[in-house]
């Protein structure tokens, strides 16, 4: 990893502001650049506490740039991408879901492209000191539909995306997968599940369970809340996008999962428990909860297998959901008290 500068794309989002301040703190000669456009879901404040650090810049700017991408790889004559940038909000998907077709597809196949023609000569063929040169993509456990009461995705689960949003991640996906068969690319992909934890943006699930409960406003659950999901701790997730950008093998899908089954009810109740300990109010939060309509094609399950990146590369999930879930209910506290 030694003197390496490394393109992340998307790194004032919520996965990628916890991602590089925790990769500059573990590789100190490695140079980030951080490209971000810094739509409604970036936001540079979480990157405030390396934002002056020696072997960071960040750069505003859209990878459907080509022009930019090209300045950027002629400037930095990058080793490798870590890809995080993305439209991610599925109910936005359902709204608009031309951006997300633009950034997710189009995005992504711009900045393989512009990389393949840096770092190879032609078709397996790499240029001489390009071999070990990287794209590093991350995506999602939604791209593979969703599941009935049992069973666990795996990385050979049929892909079977049901919303704008996880159709425009299965064929960044796909792109990503026809770079490496076609060209030979030095590529890995990593899906993963239901991330939490600090600097999420407010409109997601657990953020506003929190938001709201402290506000005194209704907390709105969509449908009966059996709705189920696999959390993992955002910081579970970087360690595992670090240990397959550094040993996963080339080609390679790569499943993160926190073995966290619990439903959206469960993560209502939990985080209004905890906050009836941590801040008290005259009733518990409990009372604020809500049921609204239910979103169109809302997948019931989604649960994912992570034996292969635990067995093969050695990761396995520090923080269960209980413990990873304090910390967060802290993180935004903290941030509300503002």
Known sequence: MNNKT???TGGAGFIGSNFIPYFLKNYNTVKVINLDKLTYAGELS???EISTHENYVFVEGDICDRNLIEQLFETHDFDAIIHFAAESHVDNSIEKPDEFIKTNIFGTFNLLDVAKNHW???SNKFKPGCESKRFHHISTDEVYGTLGETGLFTEETSYAP????????????FIVRSYFHTYGMNVVTTNCSNNYGPKQHNEKLIPTIIRKAINGEQIPIYGDGKNIR???YV???CKGIDLVFQNGI?????NIGGRNERDNLYIANKICELLDEIKPGQQSYKKQITFVKDRPGHDFRYAIDASKIESELGWKADENFETGIKKTINWYLDKYKN
Request: a negative charge; proline letters at 3%.
């Open 6 to 8: 490394i393109l992340i």
């Open 46 to 48: 979480n990157l405030k």
């Open 120 to 122: 190879m000569e032609s």
């Open 162 to 173: 049901n919303s704008p949003y996880s159709a425009s991640k299965a064929s960044s996906d």
């Open 230 to 232: 696999d959390w993992l």
């Open 235 to 237: 910081l579970d997730h």
């Open 250 to 254: 080339s080609g390679e899908t790569y």
